[in-house]
């Protein structure tokens, strides 16, 4: 699993999601994570992390948000070399086949949709984490 000292960030509109997010965090024994309302803020929050050497470890993005979506929070975060393999996990109440497609054609490292509790946000960082532990490995 992610290191005790690593970094997240909760890029979401929902005060309520963001508030699972967080208590899944807190009763895996990580620190508090970063949060930002929107994907203009989360981009912001993204590029000061990487500026000040200490990228995020995973970054959770809401789909539907005001600024920027997630998916073009997505699509700048891989555009952007100092970024482009920071993992990310979308979540959205977006179940169509297209939504999800998209975020996968965009290089997203997972996806959670609404509505979900603790335990999905746990079993979806570890199946994260396994896979990107499994690529480092073998390329």
């Known amino acids: 699993m992610f290191k005790k000292n690593s970094r997240f960030l909760i890029v979401e509109d929902s005060s309520v999601v963001r508030e699972i997010i967080r208590q899944a965090l807190e009763q895996m024994d990580y620190k508090p994570a970063d949060e ?8 912001e929050k993204i590029l000061l992390s990487v500026e000040e050497n200490k990228p995020y470890d995973l970054v ?41 497609l998209k975020a996968v054609m965009s290089g997203v490292s997972g996806y959670m949709v609404k509505p979900f509790g603790v335990e999905n946000v746990k079993t979806k960082m570890q199946e994260v984490y396994a896979r990107l532990n499994s690529s480092d490995t073998t390329g």
């Open 60 to 100: 959770f993005s809401d789909i539907n948000m005001p600024e920027i979506d997630g998916l073009k929070l997505l699509e700048m975060v891989r555009g952007n070399p100092s970024t482009s393999q920071m993992p990310i996990v979308v979540v959205t109440t977006e179940s169509e086949k297209q939504i999800v």
């Open 36 to 43: 930002a309302e929107n994907g203009k803020l989360g981009w």
